[in-house]
C-alpha cells in the first residue's frame, strides 16, 4: 500500500514538472508573440510616420503655391493701382498744363486785343482832319489853321509817332503844275505844325498833285474836296 501510494507521488510530481514545463514553454511563447506585435507595431508606426512624413513633403509645396499665387496676385493688383494711380495723375497734370496753357493764351489774346485798342484809340487821338485850300492857293484859312492847331497836343504828348502830309489839288491845270501845287500846300501844313511845337524830323511831306483825288466828280463840289492837305499817321517801328 505505502509502495502504491508512493508511486501515485512520484508520478503526480512528475506530471506537475511537466506542466510546469509545459506552461514555461506557453509563457515564452506568449512573450515572443506580444514582443513580435510589439515590434511589429513599432514599425508599423514608424512606417506610418515616414509615410505621413512623405506625404507632408510631397504635399508641401501643394500648400505653398497657393501662398505663392495668392502673395503674386496681390502684388499684380498692388502694381495696376499703382500704374492707375500714375495715370490719374499724369491727367491731373495735363489738365493742369491744359488750363494753364489756355489761360495764358487768353491772357496774351487779351494783351493783345487791349494793345490793339490801345493803338487804335491812340491813332484816332492822333489823326487830324483833312485841310482844304482855295483854288490855285496854298495859304492855310483860319479854320485850317484851328485843325491843325487842335491835332499838335497829341503829338506832343506821343513823340514817337511820325506824320506825313499828303498835298493834293483838283483836276485843273497840268500835271506839273498841280505837283507843285500840292507839294507847296503839304509844306505850308507841316510848317505850321512845326511852329506848333512837333519836332521837324517827325514830319514828311509828299505831293500827289491831281492824281489821288477824293472826290471824283468833275464840279466845284468836288474839286474843294480835292484841293488838300491830308495826314497819314505813322506808328513807331518795333525793334
Given at each position: 500500500m505505502k509502495e502504491a501510494g508512493r508511486r501515485n507521488i512520484t508520478?503526480?510530481?512528475r506530471r506537475m514538472g511537466?506542466?510546469?514545463k509545459n506552461l514555461v514553454w506557453v509563457g515564452l511563447v506568449v512573450l515572443v508573440m506580444c514582443l513580435s506585435v510589439t515590434f511589429l507595431t513599432g514599425c508599423a508606426k514608424k512606417t506610418s510616420l515616414k509615410e505621413e512624413a512623405a506625404v507632408t513633403r510631397e504635399q508641401k509645396p501643394v500648400v505653398q503655391a497657393p501662398a505663392k499665387a495668392?502673395?503674386?496676385d496681390q502684388a499684380a493688383r498692388e502694381r495696376a493701382l499703382r500704374e492707375q494711380a500714375l495715370r490719374e495723375q499724369a491727367l491731373r497734370d495735363q489738365a493742369l498744363r491744359d488750363q494753364a496753357a489756355k489761360a495764358a493764351k487768353?491772357?496774351?489774346?487779351?494783351?493783345k486785343r487791349d494793345a490793339a485798342a490801345k493803338a487804335a484809340a491812340i491813332l484816332k487821338e492822333l489823326q487830324i482832319p483833312d485841310v482844304n485850300f482855295d483854288f490855285d492857293k496854298y495859304n492855310l484859312k483860319p479854320e485850317a489853321q484851328a485843325i491843325l492847331k487842335a491835332g499838335v497836343p497829341a503829338y506832343l504828348?506821343?513823340?514817337e509817332y511820325k506824320l506825313v502830309?499828303?498835298?493834293h489839288c483838283d483836276e485843273r491845270g497840268t500835271v506839273e503844275y498841280n505837283l507843285a501845287l500840292g507839294d507847296k500846300r503839304a509844306a505850308e501844313a507841316a510848317k505850321y505844325l512845326v511852329d506848333l511845337g512837333i519836332v521837324k524830323e517827325r514830319i514828311k511831306?509828299?505831293?500827289y498833285g491831281r492824281e489821288m483825288p477824293l472826290d471824283k466828280g468833275h464840279d466845284e463840289t468836288a474839286w474843294a474836296k480835292n484841293r488838300r492837305a491830308h495826314f497819314v499817321i505813322f506808328p513807331p517801328t518795333k525793334n
Open positions: 508520478e503526480l510530481e511537466m506542466m510546469k495668392v502673395t503674386d487768353e491772357a496774351a489774346d487779351k494783351a504828348k506821343y513823340r502830309v499828303e498835298g511831306t509828299i505831293s
